[in-house]
């Protein structure tokens, strides 16, 4: 599967911003998809994902009350709603997907499959 990350831009402290990760190729339903984002000098880290079968979501501290994960597997395509960001939130957004296991890992090694990234920068 190839994924392709979108939606990323420069916004303001509070505001809102919809990230959106398209996957071409089949069985697209079959995948755990997370996001995972890198601010500078930092290590990847996981932000929030989904599983593959009963669309259940997990999510990170940081992720917690502001942000949300969807799908849609008629569109191939799974959403990242983050809402009253924060400075600390600027990173690339990468979106990622995994099909050997149902609970989407919270360790970037778990993934074969990455989009190319997408820039988010909240400014003060």
């Known amino acids: 599967v190839q994924l392709q990350a979108s939606g990323g831009g420069l916004v303001q402290t509070g505001d809102s911003l919809r990230l959106s990760c398209t996957a071409s190729?089949?069985?697209?339903?079959?995948?755990?998809i997370s996001w995972f984002r890198q601010a500078p000098g930092k290590e990847r880290e996981f932000v929030l994902g989904?599983?593959?079968?009963?669309?259940?979501?997990y999510y990170s501290d940081s992720a917690k009350g502001r942000f949300a994960i969807s799908r849609d597997n008629a569109k191939n395509t799974v959403f990242l709603e983050m809402n009253a960001l924060k400075p600390e939130d600027t990173a690339v957004y990468y979106c990622?997907?995994?099909?050997?296991?149902?609970?989407?890992?919270?360790?970037?090694?778990?993934?074969?499959?990455w989009g190319q990234g997408t820039l988010v920068t909240v400014s003060s």
């Open positions: 190729g089949s069985a697209f339903g079959t995948y755990s």
């Open positions: 990622a997907a995994d099909r050997t296991v149902a609970t989407p890992s919270s360790s970037a090694s778990g993934y074969y499959y």
């Open positions: 989904i599983s593959r079968n009963t669309g259940t979501t």
